[in-house]
């Protein structure tokens, strides 16, 4: 059972626009979303993480979005850039044994920004 | 200056066998974790360590045995290696807290033969 989903296994968009990766999820004690960036054979790089108190979190060019009643989460990137091509992972945070985060992954986004 | 760093980047090896991953952070977290992901790309906890101690284990074979020697260090040790295995394992760590990201380490590419 897979409680955080992200449906699209890929994107392509042009150097300069807005990139939207959505995320829905299914548990409604997640508490903190967080989104990933990964390249090849590297691991997992931290974004942006958004708490679940919160409808908008931004830094710099990535802004995250959560809808709660929709338990949806999208990361816009804008503007973006041929760097950003990598697969971008959706995390959720469940409390788990005091203040340790267990985190569940969706499957990723490939996003291919052409230059 | 890597902060989570894992050991070997590849590891072949036959049924059967034992093998063991090492994995070392220099950020000063408390909290450590594994993670595998399979052939579908899923990225699954394992085990999270805080302190030494054991806090989170998944349903994962008894096979896997993570050891923890210090808060720096979470070892993992894999006996009798199966085909399924076959993964990559991300050794992770992170800051006290909830909501705090957690650091991953580059991956350890597991090819069972």
């Known amino acids: 059972d897979q409680q955080v989903k992200q449906n699209s296994p890929s994107l392509s968009v042009q150097e300069g626009r807005i990139s939207i990766l959505n995320c829905d999820y299914t548990n409604s004690m997640f508490d903190y979303f967080l989104w990933y960036k990964k390249y090849p054979a590297e691991g997992p790089t931290f974004l942006i993480s958004?708490?679940?108190?919160?409808d908008k979190n931004e830094d710099g060019r990535f802004t995250v979005f959560l809808n709660k009643s929709a338990k949806h989460l999208s990361l816009h990137i804008v503007p973006s850039q041929p760097g950003d091509s990598a697969v971008y992972f959706c995390?959720?945070?469940?409390?788990?044994?005091?203040?340790?985060?267990?985190?569940?992954f969706g499957t990723g986004t490939l996003l291919a920004v052409q230059p | 200056d890597t902060a989570v760093s894992q050991t070997p980047k590849y590891l072949v090896t036959q049924m059967g066998n034992d093998k063991s991953i090492k994995c070392e952070q220099n950020?000063?977290?408390?909290?450590m974790y594994w993670y595998k992901q399979d052939s579908k790309k899923f990225l699954k906890i394992m085990f999270s360590?805080?302190?030494?101690?054991?806090?989170i284990n998944e349903t994962v074979p008894n096979r896997f045995s993570p050891k923890s020697p210090d808060k720096a260090h979470l070892n993992l040790h894999i006996n009798s290696l199966e085909l399924g295995d076959s993964a990559v394992y991300f050794c992770?760590?992170?800051?006290?807290?909830?909501?705090?990201?957690?650091?991953f380490g580059q991956g350890t590419r597991l090819t069972v033969v």
């Open positions: 360590y805080n302190n030494k101690e054991l806090i």
């Open positions: 958004i708490s679940s108190i919160k």
């Open positions: 950020l000063g977290h408390d909290t």
């Open positions: 992770a760590s992170s800051p006290q807290g909830r909501g705090t990201e957690a650091f």
């Open positions: 995390a959720a945070s469940l409390p788990s044994g005091g203040a340790t985060n267990k985190l569940i």
